[in-house]
T-cell receptor
Framework: DAGVIQSPRHEVTEMGQEVTLRCKPI?????LFWYRQTMMRGLELLIY????????DSGMPEDRFSAKMPNASFSTLKIQPSEPRDSAVYFC?????????????FGSGTQLSVL | DAKTTQPPSMDCAEGRAANLPCNHS???????VYWYRQIHSQGPQYIIH???NNETNEMASLIITEDRKSSTLILPHATLRDTAVYYC??????????FGQGTELSVKP
């Protein structure tokens, strides 16, 4: 298996632009997670899905952030409009199901720079 | 979820055992201890987890004290590739993984 696949690997954009990050979980995994990592705040859980349904979005920082999972093999995290403080590495992770949420497989991340 | 406390950094000589401590004095009876590591520029990687018995796998050993208030992750023969940030997390099975600041382990030649 190729593991969790994220795209793009790097994204540079200007303030105010829309940014869409993409994630393909491991085939057969039913839970998907989005994390954000910065030097100041470390790794933060933003939102997670189970069977394509959002279970907990309490970590989503503000309304500018939205996440969707239209099917079992694809998820997006959108920021609109983007701001410089959104600059971070965004990780996607998947697990087999909710009972194993603590055993996550992470992607390589998307390095986002908002200028 | 129980709060965990780890030293911010540690050094270890290559080939020696690396012993990474973690305090989780408020851990509840149904919370497991999980260890992940993050090598620079990569996503975190699961290492091992346990409830109350000591555990061993191909990557590491986990020693949990009898009162479960602390644990130690042991890398038996550290290599340069083990240089990473190591995270100790206490959570229920099926619980969210909330990462702290971790321990930055530097393995030196």
């Amino acid at each position: 298996d190729a593991g969790v696949i994220q795209s793009p690997r790097h994204e540079v954009t200007e303030m105010g632009q829309e940014v869409t990050l993409r994630c393909k979980p491991i085939s057969g995994h039913n839970s998907l997670f989005w994390y954000r990592q910065t030097m100041m705040r470390g790794l933060e859980l933003l939102i997670y899905f189970n069977n394509n349904v959002p279970i907990d979005d309490s970590g989503m920082p503000e309304d500018r952030f939205s996440a969707k999972m239209p099917n079992a093999s694809f998820s997006t995290l959108k920021i609109q409009p983007s701001e410089p403080r959104d600059s971070a590495v965004y990780f996607c992770a998947s697990s087999i199901d909710l009972t194993t949420n603590e055993k996550l497989f992470f992607g390589s991340g998307t390095q986002l720079s908002v200028l | 979820d129980a709060k965990t406390t780890q030293p911010p950094s540690m050094d270890c000589a290559e080939g020696r055992a690396a012993n990474l401590p973690c305090n989780h004095s408020t851990i509840s009876g149904n919370e497991y201890v999980y260890w992940y590591r993050q090598i620079h520029s990569q996503g975190p990687q699961y290492i091992i987890h346990g409830l109350k018995n000591n555990e061993t796998n191909e990557m590491a050993s986990l020693i949990i004290t009898e009162d479960r208030k602390s644990s130690t992750l042991i890398l038996p023969h550290a290599t340069l590739r083990d240089t990473a940030v190591y995270y100790c997390i206490a959570t229920n099975q099926g619980g969210k993984l909330i990462f702290g600041q971790g321990t930055e382990l530097s393995v030196k030649p």
